[in-house]
């Protein structure tokens, strides 16, 4: 099992509207570095949900990996945002997996609070000039966030 770390800003889809929906397409991402992190996710893969632009902001909740990556259908809807002229049927450009929800924190587990924990230093999240919206994190780094989060 791999561990991970998305990004969401709360006002556009939090862990309190995946409780709602239970499962999502985790679509839109357009960074290829993240892209690639999306497609390797595996089903069963556990997900830190971090909420960005947000205060506080930091991780809120925990989702797992229901659906491996598939076309992301919005690269393909010309009305869509995140629509790409580039990507077809045959060869499209973009993924996304599906991410189900496992449990909201009672707080948020704070960025602020992670930079101070020794044990997450090396984490990507932590990193300067780190601005990716998908990122792995390891088994190690998971269980600290947890244990801060209880």
Same mark, same amino acid.
């Given at each position: 099992?791999? !561990?991970?770390l998305v990004k969401?800003?709360?006002?556009?889809?939090?862990?309190? /509207? $995946?409780?709602?929906?239970?499962?999502? =397409?985790?679509?839109?991402?357009r960074n290829y570095? #993240?892209?690639?992190? =999306?497609?390797?996710?595996?089903?069963? /893969?556990?997900?830190? !949900?971090?909420?960005?632009?947000?205060?506080?902001?930091?991780?809120?909740?925990? @989702?797992?990996?229901?659906?491996? #990556?598939?076309?992301?259908?919005?690269?393909? /809807?010309?009305?869509?945002? !995140? *629509? /790409?002229?580039? @990507?077809?049927?045959?060869?499209?450009?973009? *993924?996304?997996?599906?991410?189900?929800?496992?449990? @909201?924190?009672?707080?948020?587990?704070? $960025? @602020?609070?992670?930079?101070?924990?020794?044990?997450?230093?090396?984490?990507? $999240? =932590?990193?300067?000039?780190?601005? $990716?919206?998908?990122?792995?994190?390891?088994?190690?780094?998971?269980?600290?966030?947890?244990?801060? #989060?209880?």
């Amino acid at each position: 099992m791999n !561990y991970w770390l998305v990004k969401s800003e709360p006002y556009v889809f939090s862990i309190q /509207d $995946l409780k709602r929906d239970k499962v999502t =397409l985790w679509d839109g991402v357009r960074n290829y570095q #993240a892209r690639n992190f =999306l497609k390797e996710m595996k089903k069963g /893969d556990t997900v830190l !949900y971090y909420h960005s632009n947000e205060d506080p902001i930091g991780v809120a909740g925990i @989702a797992t990996v229901y659906k491996e #990556a598939y076309p992301d259908p919005t690269q393909f /809807d010309k009305r869509n945002k !995140y *629509f /790409d002229p580039k @990507a077809t049927k045959e060869n499209p450009r973009w *993924f996304c997996p599906d991410l189900k929800f496992k449990k @909201a924190f009672k707080e948020i587990v704070t $960025l @602020a609070e992670m930079r101070e924990n020794k044990s997450l230093e090396e984490m990507v $999240l =932590l990193k300067k000039g780190s601005r $990716l919206s998908v990122q792995p994190v390891t088994k190690k780094q998971y269980d600290s966030v947890l244990k801060m #989060a209880s």
